[in-house]
């Protein structure tokens, strides 16, 4: 069994930064792709970003591509999302995924660890 933990959300202005972090227990971190959703009020959640367990693979949506940055240090158990230039749409709950095997997935079912989720708010 796997836990995970986020941490690091709060309220910037736009344009800010933000870097999430994602502490994870259990020895199978290492085997795991990780990925971070987001879930704004009456909206589904999305996919941000994915990286592969062996870092080899990375993913981003559309919307957040050159802006977020996504990390992993399996040493450490801790996948990272680092946020700049944010904007109001950006405002949301942001959760920790993981899933077994190397594919980076983009959706909310292909998941089976959840973190309990970290606010992030932008004003503008």
């Known amino acids: 069994q796997v836990q995970l933990v986020e941490s690091g959300g709060g309220l910037v202005q736009a344009g800010g930064s933000l870097r999430l972090s994602c502490a994870a227990s259990?020895?199978?971190?290492?085997?795991?792709?990780m990925g971070w959703f987001r879930q704004a009020p009456g909206k589904e959640r999305e996919f941000v970003a994915g990286?592969?367990?062996?870092?080899?693979?990375?993913t981003y949506a559309d919307s957040v591509k050159g802006r977020f940055t996504i990390s992993r240090d399996n040493a450490r158990n801790t996948v990272s999302l680092q946020m700049d230039s944010l904007m109001s749409d950006d405002t949301a709950v942001y959760y920790c995924a993981g899933r077994p095997g190397l594919q980076v997935l983009t959706t909310p079912v292909s998941y089976d660890y959840w973190g309990q989720g970290t606010q992030v708010t932008v004003s503008s």
């Open positions: 990286i592969s367990w062996n870092r080899a693979t990375t």
């Open positions: 259990g020895r199978t971190f290492t085997i795991l792709t």
